[in-house]
């Protein structure tokens, strides 16, 4: 049972940058392709990025945040991690952390594993 764990969430203006952590423990984060997915106050939970480590790291993007945000791992520190920069009132949600064997998915139905959440204010 692998167990996730969000950090790093907190209150930035537009403009500014937050690098959110997720660790894991109870399972080797190699092994799983790793997302993270954010859930606005009365909207659905949606994908914003992912990666893959199969010898080497694969990652993507939403759109919505494609050149602004990058995710990354440590397998070291069993740990993947959210940079985010030139945030925007529009990215404020709760940000989860998820695992999933095999490769990675935008779909969230598809990770088995998630972490409690962790939140993003972006102030205008």
């Known amino acids: 049972q692998v167990q996730l764990v969000e950090s790093g969430g907190g209150l930035v203006q537009a403009g500014g940058s937050l690098r959110l952590s997720c660790a894991a423990s109870g399972g080797t984060i190699s092994n799983y392709a790793m997302g993270w997915f954010r859930q606005a106050p009365g909207k659905e939970r949606e994908f914003v990025a992912a990666?893959?480590?199969?010898?080497?790291?694969?990652?993507y993007y939403a759109d919505s945040v494609k050149g602004r945000f990058t995710i990354s791992r440590d397998n070291a520190k069993n740990t993947v991690y959210l940079q985010m920069n030139s945030l925007k009132p529009e990215d404020t949600a709760v940000y989860y952390c998820?695992?999933?064997?095999?490769?990675?998915?935008?779909?969230?139905?598809?990770?088995?594993?998630w972490g409690q959440g962790t939140q993003v204010t972006v102030s205008s």
């Open positions: 998820a695992a999933k064997p095999g490769v990675s998915s935008g779909y969230a139905y598809r990770y088995s594993y």
């Open positions: 990666i893959t480590w199969s010898g080497g790291s694969t990652s």
